[in-house]
């Protein structure tokens, strides 16, 4: 289960509705081994796509440095899908290489600014795809 604070949900909301079209994607960091997502990156889509996001890799080398500086994991990895429903395509799922991490799916398909959205969270581990409950808190 995703255990996540209303403000964390919120910024990945927000983010998500402000890239649409194009897809957006970041990463919440949390301390090292403790599963709890604590600080909000958004990171920029480098293929700038409705239908792909890629991570610019000078931006996630500086990423993986800052998380390494901190004591921090990359907790959850979160992207949007702007035409489909929430739930990782064959290419998330062959891009999914944090096998710790959750994989937060929002979808902006038929949504304006107060429009329903989707907010999901998968655990992919080797190609498998296994969705879980979140739980969304006002804090920790």
Not at 134 to 140: E, F, G
């Amino acid at each position: 289960m995703l255990t996540i604070t209303q403000a964390l949900h919120d910024q990945i909301v927000a983010h998500a509705r402000k890239d649409h079209p194009d897809e957006a994607c970041g990463v919440v960091a949390g301390p090292a081994g403790t599963d709890r997502p604590e600080r909000f990156v958004p990171m920029l889509n480098a293929a700038r796509s409705p239908t792909f996001y890629e991570f610019d890799s000078t931006d996630l080398l500086k990423l993986y440095r800052d998380l390494d500086d901190r004591d921090e994991d990359p907790v959850v990895i979160y992207h949007s899908h702007t035409a489909t429903e929430a739930y990782p395509s064959r290419t998330d799922i062959s891009y999914a290489n944090e096998p710790g991490a959750h994989y937060v799916l929002v979808s902006t398909a038929d949504t304006d600014e107060a429009g329903p959205f989707q907010f999901r969270s998968f655990r992919i581990v080797e190609g498998e795809v296994t969705e879980e409950e979140v739980r969304v808190v006002q804090a920790y």
